[in-house]
């Protein structure tokens, strides 16, 4: 006698098959993602010393980037620079006491002696000298950079006159492979972005199979759960292709960029990488907002100061602007600003109570400008705005930044550009 199986059976079996299935897709592309689960431009600044931007902040020390971080990143301040040092011994030392561990000791006791090193401590401290207090703020040796907070990163960036020779010398030879990839590394780029390409049509082709065969059989819950976790493990591979920006690798280019202070800015240079969240550009004379107070010609202690605050490293100034009263009356002062730094400058406006002098004016090294500044006198403090310029190498969010064109022609064009003529109606 023939035992029919019931069709509501069949379905639920056939529904079990595929997630099995599905499951071991997934599984398999999951393990493949690991390759490729870090962002491709922040990996380009792995173990290396940076100034990340985070609104008005700054923060330097070495990125770390985890796997499958999703563009998030760690930065580690150096040892002269992290925050409250002490606390981290007596961290250290109460650990010793309670578990009774040497490792402990031992690391509190290297930690010590790079401490006496780089003169955060005397010679003659020792860990004797340490008390556990309770009410002592904690010490701070990294900055996590989570999800939520990459929406107000303003850029990662590594001036050029901070690298050292070796840095310098291997950064060179990077350009020059960027410049001239060998065969090997198109060969390597082309494989990549064809893997990124089959991700995106794997995604959406396993979500577009997963909803048609599942509806009517499940829940929304359970088909939305389906579908996040499709998109979690796919979507971590790669980067998602981009011809426009594929094209200007190694090449001159032109970004708009809304930088730290708000304002819109352009900027030129190299093309390095891109991913889905950030670009990386090469050699950019980047523009850093700077402000100064003087009091006649007396500029004010502390001061030239950036428009960020620094963390991780105290950033320092020489004087970049001389002040100079040449003429004086009952309606203001007439100011002579001399350049007296070794690089050009800008000085944008000058600021005394509620008013504003706008001047917008480049001066190259010993030039100068006079302005007369009406209402001021030599006992009113006065506040002068300016920029200077850093080359660096900067990433950039592509939330905020855009690469909007070429800064040159491409070799296989420049021979029909220059043979255009004008075209007469």
Not at 108 to 133: H, P
Not at 158 to 180: I, N
Request: proline share 4%.
């Amino acid at each position: 006698m023939t035992t029919l199986i019931p069709e509501n059976v069949i379905g639920t079996l056939y529904t079990i098959l595929y997630l099995v299935l599905l499951g071991i897709i997934i599984s398999i592309i999951y393990g493949i993602s690991e390759w490729f689960s870090r962002d491709r431009v922040l990996k380009l600044f792995e173990r290396k010393r940076a100034f990340v931007f985070i609104e008005k902040e700054v923060y330097y020390g070495k990125i770390l980037v985890p796997s499958r971080s999703g563009g998030c990143f760690e930065i580690f301040f150096p040892s002269e620079y992290l925050e409250n040092p002490f606390s981290l011994l007596a961290f250290l030392i109460e650990n010793y006491h309670e578990t009774g561990q040497k490792k402990f000791l031992i690391q509190a006791q290297r930690i010590l002696e790079e401490f006496k090193r780089i003169g955060i401590v005397d010679k003659d401290f020792s860990l004797d000298n340490i008390k556990i207090d309770p009410w002592a703020p904690p010490s701070l040796v990294s900055r996590k950079i989570y999800k939520d907070e990459l929406g107000k990163l303003q850029a990662i960036m590594m001036f050029r006159e901070f690298l050292s020779r070796k840095e310098k010398l291997k950064r060179w030879q990077e350009l020059k492979s960027l410049y001239s990839p060998s065969l090997t590394k198109v060969i390597s780029r082309k494989t990549y972005n064809a893997l990124t390409y089959v991700k995106d049509k794997i995604a959406s082709s396993l979500t577009r199979t997963t909803t048609t065969f599942l509806g009517g059989i499940t829940t929304p819950d359970i088909q939305k759960s389906l579908e996040d976790v499709q998109k979690k493990a796919i979507g971590s591979i790669g980067s998602t292709y981009d011809a426009l920006l594929e094209n200007s690798i190694g090449r001159l280019v032109t970004v708009r960029v809304q930088d730290v202070e708000g304002e819109v800015k352009y900027y030129q240079g190299v093309l390095r990488e891109y991913s889905n969240q950030y670009i990386l550009v090469y050699d950019i004379d980047y523009r850093i907002q700077m402000i100064t107070k003087f009091k006649g010609e007396e500029e004010l202690t502390g001061f030239p100061q950036t428009f960020v605050k620094f963390h991780g490293f105290p950033l320092t100034f020489n004087n970049h602007i001389k002040s100079e009263i040449i003429e004086k009356n009952n309606d203001g002062l007439k100011i002579r600003f001399l350049n007296i730094s070794k690089d050009p400058l800008k000085i944008e406006n000058i600021k005394y109570g509620d008013k504003t002098v706008n001047i917008s004016k480049v001066l190259f090294p010993k030039e100068s400008l006079e302005v007369f500044v009406n209402g001021l006198n030599e006992s009113t403090i006065y506040q002068v705005n300016y920029e200077i310029s850093k080359e660096a190498d900067i990433i950039w969010p592509r939330r905020i930044a855009r690469v909007v064109g070429l800064g040159d022609y491409p070799p296989y064009l420049l021979s029909e550009i220059l043979t255009l003529r004008k075209i007469r109606i």
